[in-house]
């Protein structure tokens, strides 16, 4: 079977761990007489050792055996129009792209169709996908060498300074040059967009008033968080005051770039602010810390909210990391894949859910699973990659969608406070089925995650 990408293309895209390509083509192996995934997180081999293959019928016919690491033979296929959209969409330089108009002409669609698919995969229009990837590029740019801010927008594709401040400004929420210079003799500072509902981030960010991972102070616009930074754990500080979000974290002069850069990404995931809004539109906040987003799945199966919430509160008593005034930094990865199945089961955790939760941690600290790499594809790589993992349902796929990688329009038609929320603001005679579910919300298209967090919200507090 033919391969629809260069060579060097799919090499680039193997040592980047780029979960979007997986089961669009697989890697062969034959120093190591393996195949795996493109996002395999064991150690890449030399390029002269490496042979693609465009299935892994094809890879075994070459001699070679599935990766242990990745699975690939477990891996849900990739259906025929989402894989040619991916694989002409792997021949594209977001630079080289002026518009949606020449973005449908590369890959050989109409406007119309290429709307409808772009909203079906990544859940945005082509317009925000591409100004997002170019803001992207940008930031990494200007963080990252000495080019003008005008030398930078022209090079990422941006017809004018004009419009690439604005973009920025919408994606980062500072200025091109407050990013530039944010931890060096700067601090951090975020513009809320106009209107904010911040009241629905107070609510999101004390749904657990006994937290012990942050503190919120609505009335006094503060809240205050224990994160881990790449340079460790941190007291941060967030202070809301006339449409800005000042950070402030008890160390700065301690913190590298690659700390100030975290500290805007947690930043952005805790207030919401991952997806612009515009109008009514409610921000879905995130769990900062991805793999903390992990930890509340796993505790929230099957059991009440109150009770995921005492669960997620014992395991970061007992394996998080303290940092001041009583707050803890959420457990790590690492120290959870260390514990045996009896050492969850403590936290309150049932066998089966203790098993999910270290089989877990051991992926994603041993860079298998890479949920910052999910967010950049498309929701259905990112289900499939999740779905693929033993242990995890739909439910747990759709609420790590929603809550912790950020997709705009995602319904988990089958958690119970969503339908019984449902059930009494629709005044129905019984709870919905997962199919009604979607049928409730389907008027709220394409920003349903918006609706399911209403409706969550109304489930904590029917008022």
Request: hydrophobic share 45%; glycine share 8%.
């Amino acid at each position: 079977m033919t391969l629809p990408y260069a060579r060097d293309f799919m090499l680039g895209r193997m040592f980047a761990a780029d979960a979007a390509f997986d089961g669009l083509f697989y890697t062969g192996v034959t120093s190591t007489g393996i195949y795996c995934l493109p996002s395999c997180r064991a150690r890449k081999p030399r390029a002269e050792h490496v042979q693609f293959h465009a299935s892994p019928h094809e890879a075994r016919a070459a001699g070679l055996r599935a990766c242990r690491r990745c699975h690939p033979d477990a891996y849900r296929g990739v259906p025929l129009p989402e894989a040619a959209l991916l694989a002409a969409l792997g021949g594209v330089s977001v630079p080289d792209v002026p518009g949606v108009r020449a973005l449908a002409d590369a890959l050989h669609l109409g406007e119309s169709a290429l709307h409808a698919q772009w909203r079906e995969l990544f859940q945005v229009t082509p317009g925000e996908w591409l100004a997002r990837e170019r803001v992207r590029l940008a930031a990494r740019t200007l963080r990252g060498s000495g080019r003008s801010v005008a030398e930078v927008a022209f090079a990422v594709g941006f017809g004018s300074l004009s419009a690439f401040g604005a973009q920025f400004r919408r994606v980062m929420h500072l200025t091109p040059q407050a990013w530039r210079h944010a931890g060096r003799g700067a601090g951090l500072t975020l513009t809320l967009p106009p209107g904010f509902p911040l009241e629905v981030v107070w609510r999101d960010l004390g749904r657990d008033p006994d937290s012990v991972t942050q503190r919120v102070e609505a009335q006094a616009g503060r809240v205050t968080f224990a994160w881990t930074l790449p340079g460790g754990p941190q007291r941060v500080t967030l202070h809301v005051t006339a449409g800005q979000v000042e950070v402030h974290p008890d160390a700065p002069e301690a913190l590298t770039p690659d700390d100030w850069e975290a500290l805007h990404t947690l930043t952005v995931r805790a207030l919401g602010l991952h997806t612009p809004l515009a109008g009514s539109d409610w921000p879905v906040p995130l769990v900062p810390q991805a793999f903390d987003g992990l930890i509340w799945v796993v505790a929230g199966q099957q059991v009440t909210f109150a009770q995921a919430c005492r669960i997620r509160r014992t395991l970061t008593l007992k394996y998080g990391t303290p940092v001041a005034e009583g707050l803890i930094a959420p457990p790590t990865a690492a120290r959870l894949a260390a514990l045996d199945d009896a050492d969850l089961r403590a936290c309150g955790l049932t066998d089966a859910r203790a098993a999910l939760l270290r089989r877990l941690s051991g992926r994603v600290a041993r860079h298998e699973l890479n949920l910052d790499a999910l967010t950049r594809g498309t929701v259905g790589a990112a289900r499939r990659t999740l779905l693929a993992g033993p242990g995890i349902c739909p439910w747990t796929a759709d609420y790590v969608l929603l809550r912790v990688l950020g997709f705009p329009d995602v319904v988990p038609e089958g958690d119970a406070a969503l339908a019984a929320s449902l059930r009494r603001t629709h005044a129905l005679p019984a709870r919905p089925t997962p199919a009604q579910v979607q049928t409730l919300l389907h008027p709220h298209a394409p920003r349903r995650s918006q609706a399911v967090l209403r409706a969550w919200h109304a489930a904590l507090d029917p008022t």
